[in-house]
């Protein structure tokens, strides 16, 4: 029988709501595993005291269900604002300061009845795919504890890997919800732009790279918190519309499915990810789905210059104050430094023109979808690597030309705003876990994540798979 912490977050909340399962009970298994698997892969940083989380268990068991995650313990994303946590973002600049109010995301949570047990690790301010700060340290990856767990959102799909939550948020701008999946072999899902609304507490009309979204070992599990976490939020513009995320059954069979693999022999990629890939493309066709090879559908070139400028651009811009005052840019990372000091020099005019290309590789994706339902890459370009690297540095010979090229891969989705599912696909020779990009059209978010769901019900590779160190 599995253990009461690797069911899935829908079976557990059930047990909550009919009373099977206490909070309290639910609280100590939890702080169980994490004093099991945590020392060994630093996932959860900025724990609380267990006997205060184990009386706020308590308390939810005594007062009235306050929502669909009533009594579920969360650890939220260490970018974001949980009043009364504290709040680094991985940065020696932020190191020790407590938050002062809940931020959308927490505020969401906390309304649903969820209780914060704490952080999730992240690279300093979520910059780069591998979760590593000089606050918190390094997220190792549960199936091989000498590599990378993948960021941004690390700390918590390596959290869920080895059952120390049922569910958790992450954001990504650059792959941040579907890399560490991947590397981890859990689901990550990014919303289509708008679908969990920007916070209040930056710049909101203009910064429309990166978004939060959920995790899970299931596209169910994170359908049930995308209906705690979506919808919108009248105080910021943008919005899209509300979502009922009770998933329809969507069958594989029949689905048209466009796999990109390498865009063309353009992107490097270690060996053995696109074979691993296939092997989750072989069980659509095997389900029925019709799975084509595409050429090339845009420049690669032009995506990568039009995001590289329009990133660097908004890093800038969260990052300008403090690199304005020369005691706090020496505390920022040089690939911080880097990427803002770049943005910082751009016009108008190179604005103007990275725009118009990110508008025409709109247009050319959704003539895609008039043909395919979902269109398909690898979640990365490379395998879980060496933990103390920084990042990879070169693919297949071809060298890295900053800290994120070897990311190369998710950008296509990001620049547009689209929903993008990672489902895991397997292991490699290697024994190390990939995944692969299940793409949809811009506001398709219910569908792709059913189609999902289709997915993991013939694959189940988070349940039959989990890392050794996730105790029975």
Known sequence: MAHLLDRDAGAILTDLETGTLSAEALMVATLERIGEANPHVNAIVSLQDEATLIEAARAADRGPRGGLLHGLPMAVKDLEDVAGL?????????????SAKDGLIAERLRAAGAIFIGKTNTPEFGLGSHSFNPVHGVTRNPYDLTRSAGGSSGGAAAALATGMVALADGSDMMGSLRNPAAFCNVYGFRPSWGVVPRDTDSETFLQQLSTCGPMARSPADMALLMQVIGGPNPLVPHNAPAIDWRLPEVPMKGLRIGWLGDWGGVLP???????????????????GARVDDLDAPFSAAAIWDSWITLRSWAVAGELGEAMADPTRRDKLKPEAQWEAERGLGFTATDIHKAGAIRSQWFTAAARLFDSYDALVLPSAQVWPFPAE??????????????????????????????????????????????????IGRKGDDRRLMAMAQSYHEATLWPQQTPPHIRKA
């Open 389 to 438: 690297w920084h990042w990879p540095k070169e693919i297949n010979g071809t060298t890295m030309d900053t800290y994120h090229r070897w990311m190369e891969v998710v950008v296509p989705a990001s620049l547009l705003g689209l929903p993008v599912v990672n489902l895991p696909c397997g292991f490699g020779a290697n024994g190390l876990p990939m995944g692969m990009q299940l």
């Open 86 to 98: 504290p709040v680094s973002m991985g940065s020696p600049l932020f190191a020790g300061t407590v």
């Open 269 to 287: 990629v270690e060996g053995g990810i696109l074979d691993q890939c296939r092997t989750g493309l072989d069980v659509f066709a095997g389900a």
